[in-house]
């Protein structure tokens, strides 16, 4: 695992499984969020985000957590595994709103400078229909990209397993 991307919707803890096995594995972290959002909750264009996504993709060594479906395919081509975050919907907005609470007003590590935490009631509604919306096209492009190692987990206790089943790059063990 050197080229790891990690899917699924939002409030599943795509960032946060991220960051820990970057940690583990000793691979940088590329937050998708922070590639597209910039200060005041304002996004880049897409030539921007374009430039700075290939920039990323072109290192030997990644894990990008994000789903933005316009860029899938290049990021697929270039992972050596795809781990799915396929919760369901009442599990995602448990996050989302656990995520909301505790970082209310201040920016998350996974975010651009200058985009503080906030409740949006749009985003409830788009991880309402995530599922209904996505998953159909998640699980094509994953057997599409017969090349990776692709693991879907559906719970956060698969998630906790999965993390605690493989070698740490630098001795002992992390959680999250």
Not at 19 to 24: H, I, Q, T
Not at 110 to 130: H, L, Q, T, Y
Request: include cysteine; charge should be positive.
């Amino acid at each position: 695992m050197e080229r790891i991307l990690i899917i699924g919707c939002s409030g599943s803890g795509k960032s946060t499984l991220a960051r820990a096995l970057g940690k583990r594995l000793q691979l940088p972290v590329v937050h998708l969020d922070r590639l597209w959002w910039r200060e005041g909750w304002e996004n880049v264009t897409k030539e921007e985000f374009d430039t700075a996504l290939a920039q990323e993709l072109a290192k030997p060594r990644w894990i990008i957590d994000g789903n933005y479906s316009r860029t899938m395919e290049q990021r697929l081509e270039k992972c050596d595994t795809i781990l799915y975050l396929d919760f369901n919907r009442w599990e995602c907005l448990l996050g989302m709103f656990q995520r909301v609470l505790g970082n209310w007003g201040q920016v998350r590590p996974d975010m651009s400078d200058g985009c503080p935490e906030r409740f949006d009631p749009a985003f409830v509604k788009w991880i309402w229909n995530f599922n209904k919306n996505n998953r159909v096209q998640n699980y094509t492009w994953i057997a599409k990209a017969r090349h990776a190692e692709s693991v879907v987990l559906k719970n956060r206790r698969e998630v906790r397993q999965f993390l605690a089943a493989i070698p740490s790059r630098r001795g002992g063990y992390d959680t999250i």
